[in-house]
């Protein structure tokens, strides 16, 4: 039985994560760069600067994963708006287009 779009996310069911980066070669490549990267910095590091390196890099991760959680729930937000404005059948975005009373 299919589930709805609504049921998957409030079960937890909705998978948005690294499992899209399978269709999406940009952001495996980029990734694959980063990591290679990553080990050759580390290889040149001594154990105090692989630590550095490391809080550096979860730093990075928590300051993107919350930027990625805002700018979905923005784009969650401003669909939403579409679909009111669509239902409410304003068209103010159109050039020229003046509502009538």
Do not use: P, W
């Not at 990267?37 to 550095?52: H, I, Q, R, V």
Request: with cysteine; proline share 0%; glycine share 8%.
């Amino acid at each position: 039985m299919m589930q709805t779009i609504l049921t998957a996310i409030a079960e937890g069911n909705l998978r948005m994560g690294m499992e899209t980066m399978e269709h999406n070669s940009e952001l495996k490549s980029a990734m694959k760069r980063v990591c290679r990267l990553e080990e050759e910095l580390s290889a040149t590091l001594n154990d105090s600067e692989k630590e550095l390196l490391e809080k550096l890099g979860d730093s990075q991760a928590e300051a993107n994963q919350s930027d990625s959680q805002q700018s979905f729930i923005n784009g969650f937000r401003l669909g939403a708006l579409v679909i009111m404005e669509v239902f409410a059948g304003r068209d103010g975005l159109v050039l020229g287009y003046v509502e009538e009373d």
